[in-house]
């Protein structure tokens, strides 16, 4: 296992498009995270799953964001009716056990929205 | 609502000599955790090092330590001889320890760190 992974890389989208991003997260780890990143700031929090289970959601997220961890591995995290707002750099962290042992963040998915 | 604010945009040091990244946080809780994360350039972001808030015992990781002041609600990340590898964005983070809290982590807007050959 390399670490955790994120398909794709880099998405272009025309505003209004849907796109769905992937995050394979180290096997054993329980635990995902979802972030949000633009140039010039830190992760901001999207949501958080517990195996397969949803268990926060940033209140700022619109109802267009929407993730899934169906069987506790993968996680999805679609954005529909994409708007240029929403290009920045997507990223997914995963870890085991408690909140103070380290997450292990993905590359990240770069979105561009035209 | 905990905030954690990084008032360094950017740094630079030396090679080999120290600097120390400046970072403050705002809570009314009184357990929780607080990291220092590491993003070189187009590069995945790594954990550099971690303090729980109930041990006033400063963490050190080889040349990485940090200044915990609780009261104040100051964490700084200390760098000691500096390398070039060293240049990246350092995020400060926080998470609540509590088990009826929230599960997300909050992080600063990072400072940029230079080193100068």
């Known amino acids: 296992d390399t670490g955790v992974s994120q398909d794709p890389r880099h998405k272009i989208t025309k505003r209004g498009q849907n796109v769905t991003f992937r995050c394979d997260p180290i096997?054993?780890?329980?635990?995902l995270y979802w972030y949000r990143q633009t140039l010039g700031q830190g992760p901001e929090f999207l949501t958080y799953?517990?195996?397969?289970?949803?268990?926060?959601k940033s209140r700022l997220l619109s109802d267009r964001f929407s993730a899934e961890r169906p069987k506790g591995s993968f996680s999805t995290l679609e954005i529909q009716r994409t708007e240029q707002g929403d290009s920045a750099m997507y990223l997914c962290?995963?870890?085991?056990?408690?909140?103070?042992?380290?997450?292990?963040f993905g590359p990240g998915t770069r979105l561009t929205v035209l | 609502a905990q905030t954690v604010t990084q008032s360094q945009p950017e740094m630079s040091v030396q090679e080999a000599e120290t600097v120390t990244l400046s970072c403050t946080y705002d809570t009314s809780e009184s357990d929780y955790y607080l990291f220092w994360y590491k993003q070189p350039p187009s590069r995945q972001m790594i954990l550099v090092i971690r303090?729980?808030?109930?041990?006033?015992q400063n963490a050190t990781e080889n040349r990485f330590s940090v200044n915990f002041q609780k009261a104040a609600k100051s964490f700084s990340l200390k760098i000691s001889d500096s390398q070039l590898g060293d240049a990246a964005m350092y995020f400060c983070?926080?998470?609540?320890?509590?088990?009826?809290?929230?599960?997300?982590?909050?992080f600063g807007t990072g400072t940029r760190l230079k080193v100068l050959a």
């Open positions: 962290a995963s870890l085991v056990g408690g909140a103070y042992n380290e997450q292990f």
């Open positions: 096997s054993e780890h329980n635990r």
């Open positions: 983070a926080y998470r609540s320890a509590t088990t009826s809290g929230t599960y997300k982590y909050i």
């Open positions: 799953f517990q195996n397969e289970a949803q268990l926060e």
């Open positions: 303090q729980e808030a109930y041990k006033q």
